[in-house]
């Protein structure tokens, strides 16, 4: 569970800033973190500089092994988007990456073909070498 995203933007004068919010609620589904890093975003980028670099952190991270299900409407939604995520991750995990997606990437070949976790290639040696 985290309770503060944080970003940190570059332009392509190399000048950075990094801003953080605290979310309603902690929690850890994408939809939340993506929705308060964009809102960081639109509040602090108003230079209009082509963006060179973005980073989205998770803080001030806590382990909640047990949780007592929520009668509030807000947190009973959230609740029930992680146990959508977890069981999407299980899934991926059993049956790959393609087998769960969203309808909306049927429409484009490329961006549905996309595949972050074997498409990630980390190369142990520099390209610059002397």
């Known amino acids: 569970m985290c ?4 970003i940190g933007v570059r332009d392509n004068e ?3 800033y990094e801003r953080q919010g605290k979310l309603a609620y902690p929690n850890r589904p994408a ?7 964009f809102e960081l975003y639109k509040w602090n980028h108003l230079s209009g500089k082509p963006v060179r670099f973005l980073s989205v952190r998770a ?5 909640r092994e047990h949780e007592q299900p929520s009668l509030l409407p807000d ?3 959230i609740q029930k988007q992680e146990e959508l995520e977890s069981t999407v991750d299980a899934l991926r995990g059993r049956f790959g990456h393609f087998s769960v997606r969203r309808g909306r990437l049927l429409t484009d ?4 073909n996309l595949n972050p976790k074997d498409d990630h290639i ?4 520099s390209f610059f070498k002397s």
């Not at 939809?31 to 890093?37: G, V, W």
């Not at 803080?59 to 382990?63: H, M, R, T």
């Open 14 to 16: 190399l000048h950075s």
């Open 31 to 37: 939809p939340a973190l993506f929705e308060k890093s």
């Open 75 to 77: 947190v009973a939604a």
């Open 59 to 63: 803080c001030q991270l806590s382990v």
């Open 3 to 6: 309770d503060t995203v944080q």
């Open 109 to 112: 070949r490329q961006l549905s």
């Open 122 to 125: 980390i190369h142990p040696e």
